[in-house]
């Protein structure tokens, strides 16, 4: 079973569905004890860093996500939910984030129409992860987000353009993180999201 | 680099897709589940699904109709149309919406905008406006166009902007349905001065009337519905053509 956090943030019905769609046996979970049972997690997020840390600890889910991602667990972070993976984050206020991948994240500061949304490409910077596999350089995904992840180079595994380059899929031994919105993404959203979900791993 | 946006729109009424001349003579265009499939295999970006008479009929948006396409649909989709209230935004985002169009309600009562984008995101709030050009300026039309108000098209966008909405979705009233092109002049004029994006609507009828959006009318999308409806062209074409004059659009 794939568990989907719900941290309350956001809306998870359409990543459900996209679930739905690729036949991935998921269940949306509200308490860290549901966790026990899963393979794989999923953490999604429509909102900002700071509300996410706050409500990921409120419900209980920040000590638990940290024991299991030491446990070898794949967890896929997606948008807000990528990005609180990382060190620390300074949107509204600066806030400690999971720190499961070393990295900061930070405002665009470009002269671009901020969010930075619609679609984008994909930039691969290595080419043997699975998550991508199947998957073209230059695929196109969607994207909404103000906010970018500045990690190491070792870290991440395609980056995007929007003025400047920034780090739009990451991936760390077990951990993933996607800066767009597969489920909305069309086919190349849903072929990401089989890769993770069914990836044996 | 960020695609331009193409975006079929399906105006609805009576679970029917519509469309007119100048929001009149509505005439059925097809079954929304249908279209709404169909454009998404076309490569279209983004769908918008309008039930276009709510706020005439005083009623909520139809949700169960606007949820069956958001089913079957892995594409950003709005969804609008007598939208008047917070718990209508959330009601709406529940049914699979990733935005919310709002129109009437915002002219009534603009507080909405900063209301929804408090609890929804910024991301998820979409102002329609409805324009008309009268001498040398246009005014905001509301209740699906049928009224005249007395807001300048330029200063509400801007205020919507300030608000804390997300995108605009801009239509000519002039040009609506009747293929003449987009009102230019005034989407850029918007454009180039608010900092979230704005859709072009209303008036497309040839190719160039896509590129002329984007280049002429620095838009950031273009939305389009009997040239779609009526199959004058596919959006790949549309896509394939934009790619020909140098814009860039998802392939």
Known sequence: MIAVIDYRIG?????????????????????????ARAKKIIIPGVSS??????????????????????????????CVGMQILFSIGEENTTTKGLNLIKGQVKKFTIPFKIPHMGWNQLSFTKDDNHL????????WVYFVHSYFVETSAQFSIATTDYQQTFCS?????????????????QKNGLKILSNFCFNKD | MLAKRIIPCLDIKNNRVVKGVNFNNLKDAGHPLELAIDYEKQNADELVFLDISASLENRNTKIELAQSVARKIFIPFTIGGGVSSLDSMIKIVKAGADKVA?????IKNPDLIQQGAKELGSQCIVVAIDIKKYGNRWFVHNLAGSEKTDLDAFEWAKKVADLGAGEIILTSMDRDGT????????????????RIPVIASGGVGKLSHFSDAFKIGYADGA????VFHQGIFSISEVKKYLRSQAIVTRC
Do not use: W
């Not at chain 1, 569905?17 to 004890?33: F, R, Y």
């Open chain 1, 132 to 139: 991508l596999s199947g998957l073209e350089n230059g695929a």
């Open chain 1, 169 to 185: 899929v990451c991936a760390h031994k077990n951990i993933y993180g996607l800066q767009f919105h597969p489920e909305k993404s």
């Open chain 1, 11 to 35: 809306n998870l019905y359409n990543l459900k569905n996209a679930l739905d769609k690729i036949d991935a046996s998921s269940k949306i979970v509200t308490s860290p004890k549901e966790l």
């Open chain 2, 102 to 106: 709002l129109n009437s309600a915002v």
């Open chain 1, 49 to 78: 860093f700071d509300v996410a840390m706050r409500n990921f600890k409120h419900y209980g889910f920040y000590e638990k996500i940290i024991e299991i991602a030491h446990t070898g667990i794949p967890i896929l972070g997606v």
């Open chain 2, 223 to 226: 939305l389009a519905a009997s």
């Open chain 2, 179 to 194: 293929q003449s092109g987009f009102d230019l002049e005034i989407t850029a004029k918007i454009s180039k001065t608010v």
